[in-house]
């Protein structure tokens, strides 16, 4: 007796399905990780309050937030200039720094599933990015 045809494709259906899962749940991991190396970039040039949003379940269009605070329009200049120089491969194309961004005191740079936001404190306070999308979760660091 041979295995009926529906069975066969709900068979090679659920293997499609697990092998898009497991290629998702891949990609969500080197979003994660590249939130992370950029959080960590910005420890390291003494950035402050840096924090990374999970926004996955109340955002269908990206799925982190790497948001910082500069301690002045130098500061916020060189970490936005650092960023781009580790990470700029993974922008999309045409994607650049303009002085108009700097000088806002509120520099966003867009990987498409991680968006980064380096503030000056002022800005930050009202923009007030936490509260906002305050259903995110939080990614608890070991530092």
Same mark, same amino acid.
């Given at each position: 007796?041979?295995?009926? @045809?529906?069975n ?12 898009s899962r497991?290629?998702?749940?891949? @990609?969500?991991?080197?979003?994660? @990780? ?9 420890? @390291?040039k ?8 999970d926004?996955q ?10 948001i910082?605070?500069?301690t ?10 650092d ?32 968006v ?28």
């Open positions: 007796m041979s295995i009926p @045809e529906q066969k494709t709900g068979s090679a259906g659920s293997a499609a399905s697990e092998s497991s290629s998702r749940e891949a @990609e969500t991991q080197a979003m994660l @990780e590249l939130a992370r190396d950029i959080a960590r970039v910005f420890e @390291e003494k950035a402050r309050d840096t924090l990374i949003m926004l379940k109340v955002n269908p269009y990206f799925c982190y937030f790497v910082t605070t500069a002045s329009v130098v500061h916020l200049r060189s970490l936005a200039r960023v781009f120089k580790q990470f700029g491969h993974l922008l999309p194309e045409k994607t650049g720094l303009r002085p108009n961004d700097v000088d806002s005191g509120w520099v966003i740079l867009d990987f498409i599933d991680v980064v936001h380096i503030f000056l404190d002022e800005q930050r306070r009202y923009y007030n990015l936490e509260r906002l999308w305050g259903d995110a979760g939080l990614i608890e660091e070991n530092r």
